[in-house]
């Protein structure tokens, strides 16, 4: 059974940073795209940084560009998404997903792609 689950959200002030992690088990981590969206109270869910299928390529949403970054290390089945310089507009539920496609960063993220397994989210609020 896959599990995904997600780990360090938290209330933070405008400037600030917080580290999201994300551990998938049931899964061989290698094998599957990972991304991670966020949805705000009364917004769409939005592709924030998406993996490649390949793992070699990232779409990033133009709204968290230079700011956001993720990455991944396989040996740990672990996801991160490093958030600098946050700002209130970022506060959101983030959810971390898991797909076998084989499709770009750029598809999974800006076409908001339903990935075959997601996480129940960790809550993100910036404080201004």
């Known amino acids: 059974q896959v599990q995904v689950v997600e780990s360090g959200g938290g209330l933070v002030q405008a400037g600030g940073s917080l580290r999201l992690s994300c551990t998938a088990s049931?899964?061989?981590?290698?094998?599957?795209?990972m991304g991670w969206f966020r949805q705000a109270p009364g917004k769409e869910r939005e592709g924030a940084a998406c993996f490649s299928w390949s793992g070699g390529s990232i779409y990033y949403a133009d709204s968290v560009k230079g700011r956001f970054t993720i990455s991944r290390d396989n040996a740990k089945n672990t996801l991160y998404l490093q958030m600098n310089s946050l700002k209130p507009e970022d506060t959101a539920m983030y959810y971390c997903?898991?797909?076998?496609?084989?499709?770009?960063?750029?598809?999974?993220?800006?076409?908001?792609?339903?990935?075959?397994?997601w996480g129940q989210g960790t809550q993100v609020t910036v404080s201004s």
């Open positions: 997903a898991a797909d076998r496609g084989y499709y770009s960063g750029t598809y999974y993220c800006s076409n908001n792609y339903e990935y075959k397994h």
């Open positions: 049931g899964l061989t981590f290698d094998d599957y795209a």
